[in-house]
């Protein structure tokens, strides 16, 4: 085990993916409470505090597991909790709570493909944290495309199956919400065909997640 490597991978990757999942769930919140419902604010979840989202599973353990198999920081925060009964348009709220999410990543991953073309081209290669804060920013691109297009898979419990469902009444959104049933097994034969190689999940989100790429680039050719 490469103890050194494991460490500077947690430390290049741990703002960026703390800043996505927390401001991911603070986005939820905030949204739902622009709709009538405060419950994410009556339980301390309107924060940027990071202890307030915390999921040990998703904030800890799994991001540390595929740090050890050499896989990039990948993991969730604890959803923030919304009451759908307290939203006057419920299609409406819950469209937006729901899109509020992978949202807020999309601006968070711009605003980090601007500053990426920023210091890039603006700041001197002699800086003594040059390489490290390019290194920083890049990782926060690619987690929040990654963590946006990943939730807007049209699979429940993700945020975009419950977009698609704000659309959907009676027999086809109860049929829709059957879904939910298999969603575990089909991210567990997901996970089990990525650890044999055969990357499935990739082949979708890797095209998208080149997206901010291409948006890291139109900065860079902006700031040159």
Do not use: C
């Amino acid at each position: 085990m490469d103890v050194q490597r494991i460490l500077f991978t947690i430390a290049q990757s741990a703002p960026g993916f703390l800043l996505a999942i927390v401001f991911h769930e603070w986005a939820h919140g905030y949204m739902a409470k622009r709709f009538g419902d405060t419950t994410a604010e009556r339980e301390g979840r309107l924060t940027f505090n990071p202890a307030a989202h915390v999921d040990p599973m998703g904030t800890i353990v799994f991001p540390l597991i595929g740090v050890v198999l050499g896989w990039a920081v990948i993991g969730w925060a604890r959803p923030v909790p919304v009451d759908s009964r307290n939203f006057k348009d419920h299609r409406k709220a819950m469209f937006w709570v729901s899109f509020a999410g992978p949202g807020a990543n999309l601006i968070l991953g711009t605003l980090s493909a601007f500053i990426y073309a920023f210091v890039a081209t603006q700041v001197s290669q002699g800086f003594s944290y040059y390489a490290v804060i390019l290194q920083m920013l890049s990782y926060s691109i690619f987690i929040n495309f990654l963590l946006a297009f990943f939730n807007l898979i049209p699979l429940p419990p993700l945020d975009g199956s419950k977009m698609v469902a704000s659309f959907l009444k009676g027999s086809a959104l109860r049929k829709y919400e059957e879904l939910a049933r298999y969603t575990p097994m089909i991210f567990l034969v997901i996970i089990g065909l990525s650890m044999m190689g055969v990357s499935t999940l990739g082949r979708v989100l890797g095209p998208l997640t080149q997206i901010g790429q291409s948006i890291t680039y139109y900065f860079l050719q902006l700031f040159s």
